[in-house]
């Protein structure tokens, strides 16, 4: 099993609407969660952390179910902007503290117009 | 600041071959690391540094060594290049457990 799985989708939707990605992670002592953004043949970038009270940011909110061991990432009123692939991440503290990070294989989506 | 540079952007190697790849970061930050990623399989580990002189094996070492002789410089090498070593490789650093600031990736093909 893998330590993070996501749907990779793709997920099709038309501009305006609302749409949400899950993932879930397999190591109960994780403690740092994000959701990454990956546009097509660029760099990974943080697209916002996971809080365990959940968080939002403009039309993205986050969720994190440690008792179910995934992670949700919510977005509304999509743009053509938000196709991307989103990379559900998980920090995974060894000894020593080392910063490692666990990412998902991504989930796709594209808006369509 | 540039952020995290790669060096080279692309490259083509042959089978047995050997190449560095310089990762070279400009935000003082202690943590540095190399991962490789490909279709379906997402970002893999393969070495990272927690600080200058130091390194450790991350999911993928085989195949690969690495070298952190400044803070701001994180080396990945292939002493002889293989196939299945064709990917995108990605150089991040961070610090500490923070956000992980990425270059802009080197693609890689071993014929």
């Known amino acids: 099993r893998k330590e993070v799985e996501q749907d990779p989708g793709p997920f099709n939707v038309p501009e305006g609407a609302t749409v949400a990605f899950n993932c879930t992670y397999s190591n109960s002592a994780s403690q740092s969660f994000f959701w990454y953004r990956q546009d097509c043949r660029k760099e990974p970038k943080l697209l916002m952390s996971?809080?365990?009270s959940g968080n939002e940011d403009g039309r993205f909110t986050a969720q994190l179910n440690r008792a179910s061991q995934y992670i949700s990432l919510l977005i509304r009123d999509s743009k053509l902007s938000d196709s991307a692939t989103y990379l559900c991440v998980v920090n995974m503290k060894g000894s020593g503290n080392t910063g490692k990070l666990i990412f998902g294989q991504g989930t796709t989506l594209q808006v369509k117009p | 600041n540039a952020g995290v540079t790669q060096t080279p952007k692309f490259r083509v190697l042959k089978t047995g071959q050997s190449m560095t790849l310089l990762c070279a970061q400009d935000?003082?930050?202690?943590?540095m690391y190399w991962y490789r990623q490909d279709p379906g399989m997402g970002l893999r580990l393969i070495h990272y540094s927690v600080g200058e002189g130091t390194t450790a094996k991350g999911e993928v070492p085989d195949g690969y060594n690495v070298s952190r002789l400044k803070k701001q410089n994180f080396l990945l090498g292939l002493e002889s290049a293989a196939p299945s070593q064709t990917s995108v490789y990605f150089c991040a650093s961070s610090r500490r457990i923070n956000e992980q600031f990425f270059g802009p990736g080197t693609r890689l093909t071993v014929l």
């Open positions: 935000m003082n930050h202690e943590y």
């Open positions: 996971v809080y365990s």
